[in-house]
């Protein structure tokens, strides 16, 4: 089987996860940015401190319901996908699905939410209280480091995805 249109119906589907959560993520960090605080570089973690126990409250809910929606994205990605393959996604498949689709996102959130939203347009709203003016904000090499490390977890995740999805589906 070629791979090809496995690949492109991903990055189509990586696209529509990115468009998807990262309004998500904009509109949360307007709500209350110390929901997510462990995102944020560690000076500016050092400095704000600890999370509020009403942020941890709203951080589950907010979890879950970005769980459902990327759930059901890659749901729907791999019914497609099943149209593609003409039958049994199988195990190849289904991983380089699943890898290509979160390695887009990876990058875009990498390129897009940290580099030029966090970085260099830096809103208001995403700033934590008392913690304005921080180095952390400004750093490349922190939010590099956060894409480098999601390339092990996009690998997992998609060992992980691939043969559920292959057997289900």
């Known amino acids: 089987m070629a791979l090809w249109p496995v ?3 991903a990055l189509v589907w990586g696209l529509v996860l990115s468009v998807v959560l990262f309004p998500s ?4 960090c307007k709500f209350n940015p110390e929901i997510m605080l462990k995102d944020y570089p560690p000076d ?3 400095k704000h401190g600890p999370m509020s ?16 929606v990327l759930l059901a994205i890659v749901a729907a990605s791999f019914l497609q996908l099943r149209k593609i393959v003409e039958g049994d996604i199988g195990f190849l498949p289904a991983f380089v699905h699943v890898f290509t689709m979160f390695s887009l996102f990876n990058v875009l959130d990498w390129l897009v ?3 030029l ?3 260099r347009m830096q809103p208001r709203f995403i ?10 904000y400004r750093s490349y ?10 390339i092990p977890i996009t690998l997992a995740a998609s060992l992980l995805i691939a043969p559920i999805a292959a057997a289900v589906l």
């Not at 993520?25 to 949360?28: H, P, Q, R, T």
């Open 141 to 150: 090499w922190f939010h590099f480091r956060g894409f480098l490390i999601g």
């Open 7 to 9: 690949v492109h119906l």
């Open 127 to 136: 700033v934590l209280p008392g913690t304005e003016g921080m180095a952390g």
């Open 44 to 46: 500016v973690q050092a």
């Open 113 to 115: 939410l940290d580099w």
């Open 117 to 119: 939203i966090m970085v």
């Open 53 to 68: 126990e009403r942020s941890k409250r709203q951080r589950l809910p907010i979890g879950i319901l970005l769980t459902v």
């Open 25 to 28: 993520v904009i509109a949360i």
